[in-house]
């Protein structure tokens, strides 16, 4: 059955430095990978998509790369700032269908 | 704020209760979701509508009935709920269904208690 895992543990970093959130897949083969931001008691919002033949997307400190073989993706925030703290989700996609399956994200806390 | 619009915010109910939450968006999107959230876990899809037409209903009870009575309105009517329904129900919407590249937006939720 297809699977997403990202890290189930809350990722603990220091202000100013890079964290770094994994996302990986099996029995899967999406065309694009969708990353969303979820504060407490709100609904996600996107950030950004990356597609299957992109190997990375940037926006702002934000930093995407997408692994078709690994069946990974990898999203990076550099500089990062206490506001930055927030639960993270990745959700791959099809082509076609109507269907998003979210990971169950990763928690980051950013000290300041 | 979003740009999707949830009523009520908070929901407390009984068993033998019957209402409904309330979904709008005013993007012109023609696909709208509904999810249900428990706390620390991922968003789960329970309904999808495709132009006002249901088009997937992920094995929900009956206990939990949608509408869409327009392009911009969704409902979710509830009835006769059990407590595990207790949960984060979250509404979205995005331009269309047959592009899986367009993101969703999402309200922020009715917080649903079953007593």
């Known amino acids: 059955s297809q699977k997403i895992e990202q890290n189930s543990e809350a990722l603990n970093i220091q202000e100013g430095k890079t964290a770094t959130l994994t996302c990986n897949y099996t029995?899967?083969?999406?065309?694009?990978l969708q990353w969303y931001r979820q504060d407490p008691g709100r609904g996600p919002v996107f950030l950004l998509l990356?597609?299957?033949?992109?190997k990375e997307k940037r926006k702002e400190r934000l930093k995407v790369t997408f692994d078709t073989t690994l069946k990974q993706s990898l999203f990076h925030i550099t500089a990062s700032q206490p506001a930055d703290s927030a639960t993270y989700l990745c959700?791959?996609?099809?082509?076609?269908?109507?269907?998003?399956?979210f990971g169950a994200g990763t928690r980051l806390f950013v000290k300041a | 704020d979003t740009e999707v619009t949830q009523t009520p915010k908070h929901l407390v109910m009984g068993m033998t209760n019957k209402k409904s939450l309330k979904c709008e968006q005013h993007?012109?999107?023609?696909?709208m979701y509904w999810y249900k959230q428990k706390a620390k876990k991922p968003p789960e899809l329970m309904f999808v509508?495709?132009?006002?037409?249901?088009?997937i209903n992920e094995s929900v009870p009956s206990r939990f009935s949608p509408e869409c009575p327009n392009s911009s309105l969704l409902n979710l009517h509830l009835h006769a709920l059990q407590p595990e329904d207790s949960a984060l129900y979250l509404c979205?919407?995005?331009?269309?269904?047959?592009?899986?590249?367009?993101?969703?937006?999402f309200g922020d939720g009715t917080r649903l208690s079953i007593l």
């Open positions: 979205a919407s995005s331009q269309d269904t047959g592009t899986p590249n367009q993101p969703q937006h």
């Open positions: 029995n899967y083969s999406p065309a694009y």
């Open positions: 990356i597609r299957e033949n992109e």
């Open positions: 959700a791959p996609r099809n082509t076609g269908g109507f269907k998003t399956i």
């Open positions: 993007m012109g999107h023609r696909a």
């Open positions: 509508y495709s132009y006002e037409k249901l088009s």
